[in-house]
């Protein structure tokens, strides 16, 4: 299957900072999603990027599919962006995403 | 527009015991995917559903069965429960109706500890 990499594993941060996650992957993927999960488990929707840049206010995303990584960045962080950060991606291969270990987050006040 | 729904959201089992979870996709959502996610494993594809069918099957013993019935709503159901499927078990439903897989969008989960 696909390896997918997360980096850095953990980030702390004090509110008002800037911050970049990063994803690669060992094999081309058709679809890449970034998630966050929240304090009772469900994964949040972020971006889903297969190339290119989207911005959702202060979070946006970039995927360079030829390289195959994507970087999440996170501008003015808030306490409420603390949490638990994934990427996943899928091939060719029906339902099916590879998820990576994710970043935890966490934003002090 | 009602997102993915699970039930039930947490419950407790005993070894040897089966459990069955449920889960209701988006309205017009026909393929529907269940993911395990535990601390030592991360998140791991269980199966894919799609009119029906499974498509897809992760790499889980045959303890671990689902099925989809024709409104798209989809069952997993884990049978001789051992202690290390303790897990949140996360329901996706996804707009994709063939070729790879599209966007995602998860419930909130079912959390399952086995005692």
């Known amino acids: 299957g696909i390896q997918v990499e997360q980096s850095p594993p953990d980030l702390i941060l004090q509110e008002g900072a800037n911050s970049t996650l990063r994803c690669n992957f060992s094999?081309?993927?058709?679809?890449l999603q970034w998630f966050h999960q929240n304090p009772w488990g469900q994964l949040i929707n972020l971006f889903y990027?297969?190339?290119g840049t989207k911005q959702n206010g202060r979070l946006s995303a970039t995927t360079v599919a030829t390289e195959r990584y994507s970087l999440l960045y996170i501008s003015s962080s808030q306490t409420t962006d603390s949490g638990v950060y994934f990427c996943?991606?899928?091939?060719?291969?029906?339902?099916?995403?590879?998820f990576g270990r994710g970043t935890q987050l966490t934003v002090w006040p | 527009k009602a997102g993915v729904t699970q039930t039930p959201r947490y419950l407790i089992k005993t070894r040897g015991q089966q459990v069955t979870l449920s889960c209701s996709p988006i309205?017009?959502?026909?393929?529907v995917s269940w993911y395990q996610q535990t601390p030592g494993q991360g998140l791991q594809f269980l199966f894919e559903?799609?009119?029906?069918?499974?498509?897809n099957k992760g790499n889980f013993p045959g303890r671990f069965s689902g099925r989809q019935f024709s409104n798209s709503r989809s069952e997993m159901n884990v049978s001789t429960l051992e202690l290390g499927d303790s897990a949140l078990y996360l329901c996706?439903?996804?707009?994709?109706?063939?070729?790879?897989?599209?966007?995602?969008?998860f419930g909130e989960g079912s959390r399952l500890t086995v005692l």
């Open positions: 996706a439903s996804s707009p994709q109706t063939w070729g790879p897989t599209g966007e995602l969008f």
């Open positions: 094999d081309s993927v058709n679809n």
């Open positions: 990027i297969p190339s």
């Open positions: 996943a991606g899928g091939g060719s291969t029906l339902g099916r995403l590879y």
């Open positions: 309205s017009g959502h026909r393929s």
């Open positions: 559903y799609f009119s029906e069918t499974q498509r």
